[in-house]
């Protein structure tokens, strides 16, 4: 693989060697999801405490807690982990009111964070066979129940923080195991149940299908691809069609595994804060959840609710998309080019920040709506559906991605998160912000406060949460 740059220097560019790689957190820190054991806000990247006992090989951001990996499978975890509603609460607080944040930082908001810096997550609950058990909750009957049987002593291969709920895939078995806020059935574990405390295997995959390839995490659902068949299955809150089954009522939250109708082998999963993506194995990609449709809802200015999935219309002159990502509410595509050359499209929705760049969109929404129907003026006034783009449109980039493996995989990481999107890859000279203006700049120039921390320290992943990010990075020699 390789990564050409046109003329780009900057900080990061001198040459060095890297170190060991370490956890560094930036952000608002009220949730604990820093690392630092405070609550205080950090611009500057902060080195996480705790015991972090081997190397660091992957880290993870949630909506207000962090996740780490080690080189031996070790998991590590730090911030408010079982609580996604106050999290987001909090975090509102630190931007728009400052003195309510510190008021709630000093009297009472630290007892409530389940661990301010890195705590190693050591029992893993394995369960046995579902058996029919039934449970009434909210007027509705759940139908599984699984009994203990015991802890796993499994190393893990990935973590992934969504809103109050982590996710973890054991290195030998695949199984995946899950840990956090259960209220909606986002731990997949059979029934409600307020909060697992500790990761345990979920319920509802097919017995000779039960091995894990990916899984990603939304606010309140989640959804994973298998090994085996590369079928998809959803789980948690569906009310905006986020589970891809068709329903999207209030009734329709899923306890355990729900099997989601796509046309092919899947490779990969990714999810938004109410929706879902999905990447074959013959390049082509489908979305479902939250305003993903096509069609437009003309009394609320705004796309509607797509509940079964859709496959996302590219160029003709594209090749094949050979990786996707997500964010809380956009999409990152790359697709394959003539040759070994790369590109990178985006579709979703804008931020709040980015409301500006309504007039630069409209080009992008649907032809088919009259400009005398009165419609586009409604529509200026709420800026709903002005924000969003249902079709991919290039991203400008200042530096070619070309690939030289059989997957045709390009060796880079996306991170979206809420307010833009980053790419890393070892052949960078630093890693690229972007967002609506479709131009990647080094990710310094969005926040002076990165250009020392980018200078000393080579990046080997970034990680976006909510209104946090979580680097594994490593200091520089010479």
């Known amino acids: 693989m390789a990564l050409r740059t046109r003329g780009l220097a900057t900080a990061a560019t001198r040459a060095a060697t890297p170190k060991r790689t370490g956890v560094y957190c930036r952000g608002v820190g009220i949730n604990g999801a820093l690392g630092t054991g405070n609550l205080e806000d950090s611009e500057k990247p902060l080195r996480a405490k705790g015991d972090l006992k081997e190397r660091i090989v992957k880290v993870a951001a949630g909506y207000g807690h962090s996740g780490a990996l080690d080189a ?15 999290a987001v609460r909090l975090g509102r607080y630190a931007k728009s009111s400052p003195l309510m944040a510190w008021t709630m930082r000093h009297f009472g908001a630290e007892k409530s964070v389940d661990a301010p810096q890195p705590r190693e997550v050591v029992s893993f609950k394995v369960f046995g066979e579902p058996i029919e058990h039934e449970v009434e909750e909210s007027s509705r009957k759940i139908g599984v129940k699984a009994p203990f049987e015991g802890f796993s002593t499994e190393s893990m291969r990935d ?20 840990l956090g806020s259960n209220m909606y059935g986002q731990c997949a574990i059979g029934m409600p149940d307020a909060y697992l405390w500790e ?9 000779n299908d039960d ?16 090994k085996g068949t590369g079928k998809v299955y959803t789980w948690g809150k569906g009310q905006r069609g986020q589970l891809g089954n068709g329903l999207r009522g209030l009734e329709d939250d899923a306890f355990t595994m729900q099997p989601v109708n796509l046309p092919g082998r899947v490779v990969k999963v990714v999810a938004g804060m109410n929706s879902c993506g999905a990447l074959l194995e013959d390049g082509r990609v489908f979305v479902w959840g939250k305003m993903q449709s096509l069609e437009i809802d003309t009394a609320k200015h705004q796309y509607e609710d797509q509940i079964l999935p859709r496959e996302v219309t590219f160029k003709d002159d594209l090749g094949p998309i050979v990786d996707l990502w997500a964010g809380q509410q956009s999409f990152v595509a790359m697709a394959k ?51 969003t783009v249902v079709h991919p449109v290039q991203v400008l980039a200042p530096f070619e991605l070309v690939s030289d493996n059989e997957d045709g995989k390009v060796d880079v990481e996306v991170s979206v998160g809420h307010e833009g999107f980053v790419i890393v890859g070892k052949d960078l000279p630093t890693p690229f912000r972007w967002d609506w203006s ?38 520089k020699e010479g």
């Open 159 to 178: 973590i992934v923080c969504g809103a109050g709920v982590t996710a973890f895939i054991s290195s030998t078995t695949d199984t995946l195991f899950m």
């Open 211 to 226: 091995a894990v390839a990916s899984v990603a995490l939304g606010f309140r659902h989640g959804v994973l691809a298998t």
């Open 199 to 207: 990761p345990r295997t979920t319920v509802g995959l097919p017995a």
């Open 72 to 86: 031996k499978g070790g998991a590590y975890l730090f911030g408010r982990t079982h609580d996604a509603t106050l």
């Open 337 to 387: 080019g003539e040759g070994a050359k790369h590109t990178l499209h985006q579709w979703g929705m804008l931020s709040d920040q980015e409301k500006s760049s309504a007039e630069a969109v409209r080009a992008q929404l649907d032809p088919h709506i009259p400009e005398d129907s009165g419609f586009w003026q409604t529509v200026e006034k709420n800026n709903a559906l002005a924000r």
């Open 438 to 475: 479709l131009r990647p700049v080094p990710l310094h120039l969005h926040a002076t406060a990165l250009d020392e921390f980018l200078g000393s320290h080579s990046v080997v992943s970034i990680a976006q949460g909510w209104q946090h990010t979580v680097l594994l990075a490593a200091e």
